[in-house]
């Protein structure tokens, strides 16, 4: 099993529309949890780190539920901008220190 | 407000050759890292620093070597480049260990010949 999991999409909505995608991790002891995007042949940028009481910006809404291993990503109203992937990220401690787990990402397109 | 940068963009490189990526950072990060992104896979981590003089072995480092001589630099070296190195080739640092995000710098695309 992979230590993260996220189903690749991808994704195909229309403007305005509501979406949602889940991540799960198979560490129990996962510190900390974030949501990149990363556009074609791009960088990754933060989207948002992903608190246990969960956390919303702007049309983006994340939730952590540590008793099922997943989280999740909502976005609300989508634009043509939001079509990118998104990486879910965890990070674990090591011994002397943490590493960062990424996802395979999962797509989503955007339709006019 | 630079973050991370890195140099160069792109670059082809013949079998055998060897050359150094440079990635630095502004934001007076201890940990830094290298990762690989190939297609259909997530990001792969090479070799990653925990301050200025130190670096450890990530999951594929087999093929490069890494220095931290000062704190806002993170070089990754490819000895002698082959085929199955082409890759996009990320850096990012982070303020702590794994409680803050990374923040990636905009890549090197490297082609070998």
């Known amino acids: 099993r992979k230590e993260v999991e996220q189903d690749p999409g991808p994704f195909n909505v229309p403007e305005g529309a509501t979406v949602a995608f889940n991540c799960t991790y198979s560490n129990s002891a996962s510190q900390s949890f974030f949501w990149y995007r990363q556009d074609c042949r791009k960088e990754p940028k933060l989207l948002m780190s992903v608190y246990s009481s969960g956390n919303e910006d702007g049309r983006f809404t994340a939730q952590l539920n540590r008793a099922s291993q997943y989280i999740s990503l909502l976005i609300r109203d989508s634009k043509l901008s939001d079509s990118a992937t998104y990486l879910c990220?965890?990070?674990?401690?090591?011994?002397?220190?943490?590493?960062?787990?990424f996802g395979t990402g999962t797509r989503l397109k955007v339709l006019a | 407000n630079a973050g991370v940068t890195q140099t160069p963009k792109f670059r082809v490189l013949k079998t055998g050759q060897s050359m150094t990526l440079l990635c630095a950072q502004d934001m007076n990060h201890e940990y830094m890292y290298w990762y690989r992104q190939d297609p259909g896979m997530g990001l792969r981590l090479i070799h990653y620093?925990?301050?200025?003089?130190?670096?450890a072995k990530g999951e594929v480092p087999d093929g490069y070597n890494v220095s931290r001589l000062k704190k806002q630099n993170f070089l990754l070296g490819l000895e002698s480049a082959a085929p199955s190195q082409t890759s996009v080739y990320f850096c990012?640092?982070?303020?702590?260990?794994?409680?803050?995000?990374?923040?990636f710098g905009d890549g090197t695309r490297l082609s070998i010949l």
């Open positions: 620093s925990v301050g200025e003089g130190t670096t």
């Open positions: 990220v965890v990070s674990l401690r090591y011994p002397g220190t943490y590493k960062y787990i």
């Open positions: 990012a640092s982070s303020s702590s260990g794994g409680e803050e995000p990374q923040h």
